[in-house]
């Protein structure tokens, strides 16, 4: 069936420096993403969404990258900070489905 | 705080016994989801309403859960006789429908449920 995936489950990055985050998925008619940050205990926080006429959308030191061809997105977090230290997710809104998330560790 | 809550936050309960769990929207939203995550994986859609009516659950785990939101605003999720493999965060979203474009969810914070 349709899925969501994350390449990898964890990343680890200095303070100060951009992390990447990366997603797959399957449903060639998905036309609605967003990515959640999720810290411990806590529900998942909306950061950013695209939709598929969009290719690329940027907010506060956040920017979504969508490629439609190859069924991917990524996530770009700006002069990463240790507040960013969570648990990544990108989500199909229109399958209502979750990669399982990548763990962002912010060394300072 | 006008967002998304759910009660209890915790629960501890015996196998076997029934739970319900309680998620109050973000007040402008007529949808409303509820969703199973467990340790080290990503929210699993469980169903959702519009208003009161409940447009999806093919996807509820087993015929021991169930949810209703009988007047359009506040919604329960019940699990009956509950199994150890039932211990995971149950998680309630709600969005505004606009026609046309898929919605934007907003989470709530969770309940956290422990099955002894």
């Known amino acids: 069936g349709e899925s969501v995936g994350l390449h990898l489950p964890t990343l680890s990055v200095q303070e100060g420096d951009n992390s990447i985050i990366n997603c797959a998925y399957s449903?060639?008619?998905?036309?609605?993403f967003i990515w959640y940050k999720q810290e411990s205990g806590k529900g998942p926080q909306f950061i950013i969404d695209?939709?598929?006429?969009?290719d690329k959308r940027q907010g506060q030191r956040v920017t979504v990258l969508l490629n439609k061809t190859v069924k991917h997105l990524s996530l770009q977090i700006a002069a990463t900070q240790p507040g960013d230290s969570a648990v990544y997710f990108c989500?199909?809104?229109?399958?209502?489905?979750f990669g399982a998330g990548t763990r962002l560790t912010v060394k300072p | 705080d006008t967002g998304v809550s759910q009660d209890p936050r915790h629960k501890i309960t015996k196998r076997g016994q029934n739970v319900t769990f309680r998620c109050d929207p973000i007040?402008?939203?007529?949808?409303l989801y509820w969703y199973r995550q467990t340790l080290g994986q990503g929210p699993e859609f469980l169903t959702y309403?519009?208003?009161?009516?409940?447009?999806?659950k093919s996807r509820l785990l087993s015929d021991r859960f169930s949810a209703e939101r009988p007047k359009g605003s506040f919604s329960t999720l019940e699990i009956q006789r509950t199994e150890q493999g039932d211990s995971a965060m149950y998680l309630c979203?709600?969005?505004?429908?606009?026609?046309?474009?898929?919605?934007?969810?907003?989470f709530g914070p969770g309940t956290r449920l422990t099955v002894l």
């Open positions: 979203a709600s969005s505004r429908r606009i026609s046309g474009y898929t919605d934007t969810q907003y």
């Open positions: 449903n060639s008619a998905s036309d609605y």
């Open positions: 695209i939709r598929s006429n969009m």
């Open positions: 989500a199909d809104l229109n399958d209502m489905r």
């Open positions: 007040s402008e939203h007529n949808r």
């Open positions: 309403f519009q208003n009161e009516a409940q447009l999806e």
